[in-house]
């Protein structure tokens, strides 16, 4: 009887591989029984959410009895009064990845195609194999490339489009390797795309960047109708936990997208704390010098122990132990510290390192030197 219901699954679920989320700090806690712990390993904003967030969750008297407000009103017309957008191009998810998934749902199923480039973001084939949909996979670009080694190449990703193609990919900056686009090179991309399928910029760590050629997609969605632009919550602004994101785009698609939209997907701590912690600035300020900081630390740090990392742009690095990468995590655990393995993303050397603060940052390069000089 053990695969009854797997055989009845539909052929997308039966294949997929869940998600893997980093590991708990309680998880580690219970294996080791240790103390101490520091989670360097989902990306997550070491600063956490403002004073002011916290103080309107503290303040307002949420009536958890009551449904949240399914429109999501007050938190829309904050992102759309801060980004010059009309309230009809928004969708709000329970987080990006809620979005992502709305995406697949309308536009994807048995018979159509997504594309999206090797070394990306997890939750892509999951979103396109859930819904039966075929995943094709452009070949990134070599490790030996002269300016964004493990980047999308997107002339790879033109090459693969098909009469079934309906939803492209992109995450700029990327997820695990921290590569990014600029404008000119996106743009151009974008020209070329034919206007029945769907693009998906994905732009989780769109705060963080600091290029002058990074493009701002918000800008580009006159121009382009088949264009989505995904960003969250829970990075910079750091609330993680309280699982909110939200799309871009043109009406006619937000308008789709929120016709498959679970109702409430969105709870009202969240609506609250978004609508609070976008208005913001000087916090996010702080937590993107932090990050700056940071990655100047790991990239040094990583040049003077000549280990090779891929050059990154989100707040986070990930590095080549030119090794299994596994005994090091596995190492790294014991000293209290957690990090992210990146194996199931083809990456079987390389680890994925959160930015924290100074004192996370040089706990976990003391950390890595004594795993690396014992393994």
Request: overall charge negative.
């Amino acid at each position: 009887m053990k695969n009854t219901f797997l055989n009845l699954a539909v052929s997308g679920v039966q294949g997929l591989t869940p998600y893997l989320p980093g590991k708990p700090i309680e998880e580690l806690e219970r294996e080791l029984g240790i103390s101490n712990i520091l989670k360097l390993a989902s990306n997550e904003n070491p600063l956490g959410p403002s004073e002011s967030v916290l103080k309107a969750l503290k303040a307002d008297r949420l009536e958890v009895e009551i449904y949240p407000d399914g429109n999501g009103f007050m938190l829309k017309q904050a992102l759309a009064e801060k980004f010059d957008l009309q309230q009809e191009q928004i969708t709000l998810g329970n987080g990006s990845n809620d979005i992502l998934d709305m995406i697949a749902r309308v536009f994807l199923c048995q018979g159509r195609e997504a594309i999206f480039s090797q070394y990306a973001f997890a939750v892509y084939p999951i979103a396109t194999q859930a819904v039966g949909a075929v995943s094709k996979i452009a070949t990134a670009f070599p490790v030996d490339h002269e300016s964004m080694p493990y980047g999308h190449d997107l002339e790879a990703m033109l090459a693969l489009i098909s009469e079934k193609t309906r939803v492209i990919f992109i995450a700029n900056p990327n997820n695990p390797t921290g590569t990014w686009l600029d404008k000119k090179t996106l743009k151009a991309f974008m020209d070329q795309v034919p206007k029945g399928i769907v693009v998906v910029v994905d732009e989780a760590y769109f705060e963080y960047v600091n290029e002058a050629e990074y493009p701002d997609t918000l800008q580009w969605l006159d121009q382009y109708p088949n264009l989505i632009v995904t960003r969250t919550f829970s990075k910079i602004y750091g609330l993680a936990s309280l699982r909110v994101g939200y799309a871009v785009c043109s009406e006619e698609i937000a308008d789709l997208l929120n016709r498959v939209r679970q109702p409430f997907n969105v709870n009202t701590f969240s609506l609250v704390a978004a609508t609070t912690a976008l208005q913001d600035e000087q916090h996010i300020k702080q937590c993107a010098d932090l990050n700056r900081e940071g990655l100047v630390f790991w990239r040094a740090a990583c040049q003077q122990r000549q280990l090779s990392f891929i050059p990154t742009v989100g707040n986070f690095i990930t590095i080549d132990t030119e090794r299994d990468a596994m005994p090091v995590y596995e190492g790294l655990l014991r000293e209290g510290i957690i990090v992210r393995p990146v194996a199931n993303y083809g990456l079987p050397h390389h680890l994925r390192i959160t930015m924290g603060t100074k004192e996370q940052n040089r706990r976990c390069l003391a950390g890595l030197d004594k795993v690396l000089s014992l393994s």
